[in-house]
């Protein structure tokens, strides 16, 4: 019996221990590379080793100007905000179409379900690139989307809320970018409503029902908050790729649509400052998993308090 105890002591910790050692070796050691280099200066073709040997001595130099020009430069500021938003709005619009799509899917009869599945999985086996190159033909002028937007007269009043920059000029402008990040991420908001919508049982639907509660008030009082987990999970899977997006903005965004992810390019490739990139990416992610550690945190204390 203690043999059979140890056993699964160890293979529990095998199964716990396997994802924190990828966590390790793919996110935190290239995470702690970046920190290093954020912290270093700029050699004339890489950046200097933190750590130093002089007179038998080893030395730590850690600089942190970068940091302190970060804060100092509203640009790097407004572009943050700029990412941020744009990522907002994406993860908004997406859950606007994914969810009374997942719905759909959910209710569908079973024998029609994985040809919906395998609908939304489709544009994944077209390279990414070429998606979003399509969007170019799509939104230039005398693109067919082009042409309905001008003959319905849309582009008067995009120009009116200032998403485009004058009417009949659609690419290079926030519209081009949001509609290309939405279309790029929208199976990402839709598999884990699906997922989750598929589950939920649908006698408390019937109950609500019988208890008096009209359709429309039995999917905002049962099934909205049942899909809660769903919601959440296809939010993050949407807003945190979006908001370190470079392919797009740079293909569909224009001089408006600004993100961190040029600037990091910037930084790098052409100005070829290494600690400054990095200071700017660790900012970044700090951005993303602070909130979200916070959050995680709160959802685990409502839980255990409704447990």
Same mark, same amino acid.
């Given at each position: ?8 002591? *160890?293979?529990?910790?095998? /199964? ?23 912290? #270093? ?11 130093? /040997? ?37 993860? /908004? ?13 959910? *209710? ?16 994944? @086996? ?11 033909? +799509?939104?230039?002028?005398?693109? @067919? ?20 920059? =004058? ?53 905002? +009082? ?39 992810? *040029? ?6 490739? #052409? &100005? &070829? ?7 700017? =990416? ?9 909130? +979200?550690?916070?959050? &995680?945190?709160?959802? =685990? ?7």
């Amino acid at each position: 019996m203690k043999r059979l105890f140890d056993w699964v002591r *160890r293979g529990r910790t095998s /199964v716990i221990g396997v994802p924190y050692l990828w966590l390790v070796v793919f996110f935190l050691a290239p995470f702690l590379v970046v920190v290093k280099y954020s912290l #270093s200066e700029m050699g004339t073709v890489s950046v200097n080793d933190i750590l130093t /040997v002089k007179d038998g001595v080893l030395q730590l130099t850690l600089r942190g100007n970068t940091y302190f020009s970060l804060t100092q430069d509203d640009l790097y500021w407004k572009t943050y905000w700029s990412s941020i938003k744009y990522a907002a709005i994406t993860t /908004v619009f997406c859950l606007a179409i994914g969810y009374p799509f997942s719905y759909f899917m959910a *209710r569908a009869k079973a024998t029609i379900q994985p040809a919906l599945l395998m609908l939304v999985m489709l544009p994944f @086996w077209t390279s990414f690139l070429l998606r979003v190159y399509a969007w170019k033909g +799509l939104l230039d002028e005398n693109g @067919w989307v082009w042409n309905v937007l001008i003959a319905l007269h849309l582009d008067q009043s995009l120009a009116y809320f200032d998403v485009i920059s =004058a009417p009949g000029k659609l690419m290079n402008t926030p519209f081009s970018l949001v509609i290309g990040m939405v279309y790029t991420y929208l199976p990402f908001m839709i598999l884990p409503l699906y997922s989750n919508l598929a589950k939920m049982d649908l006698k408390l639907l019937e109950a609500a029902s019988d208890l008096g509660a009209t359709p429309w008030k039995a999917f905002w +009082l049962i099934t909205v908050p049942l899909s809660k987990a769903g919601i959440i999970a296809g939010s993050m899977l949407v807003f945190i790729p979006c908001v370190g997006e470079f392919v797009i903005p740079e293909l569909l965004g224009g001089p408006q649509t600004l993100m961190i992810g *040029r600037v990091l390019w910037d930084e790098f490739f #052409s &100005n &070829n400052d290494w600690p400054m990139a990095s200071t700017v =990416a660790v900012v970044m992610i700090l951005l993303i998993i602070v909130p +979200l550690a916070i959050f &995680n945190r709160y959802q =685990a204390e409502a839980q255990e308090k409704a447990a």
